[in-house]
């Protein structure tokens, strides 16, 4: 069993920024694939962020170079630093884990863990 929980969410206006956290625990091997998702309202789970066991990072095209992913020095925590943040960000971010050799790019039907989400809401 793997538990995923995050953290960090919160309301700010565009131009701004926030960061999210995420902690697993739980029987899952260190230096698995980790990333965040994102739903908006009326619109699928789209993937944002991934890195996998080698640290290879990826993003989706509509946050590169604003948001930055990374793992904790104890291998089982996950941060997404976002800035410059867009009303196109508001949704709910959800913490994804797996053993698989998954990324950003992979469907979210593909990753097997994730948390119960944070809402992120950025205004006009």
């Known amino acids: 069993q793997v538990e995923l929980v995050e953290s960090g969410g919160g309301s700010v206006q565009a131009g701004g920024s926030l960061r999210l956290s995420c902690v697993a625990s739980?029987?899952?091997?260190?230096?698995?694939?980790m990333g965040w998702f994102r739903e908006a309202p009326g619109k699928g789970r789209e993937g944002v962020a991934s890195?996998?066991?080698?640290?290879?990072?990826m993003y989706s095209d509509s946050v590169k170079g604003r948001f930055t992913i990374s793992k904790g020095s104890a291998k089982n925590s996950l941060y997404l630093e976002m800035n410059n943040l867009k009303p196109e960000d508001t949704g709910m971010y959800y913490c994804v884990a797996d053993t698989a050799k998954l990324s950003v790019v992979s469907g979210p039907a593909k990753w097997t863990y994730w948390g119960q989400g944070t809402q992120v809401t950025v205004s006009s």
């Open positions: 739980g029987n899952i091997p260190s230096n698995y694939p």
């Open positions: 890195i996998d066991a080698q640290s290879t990072i």
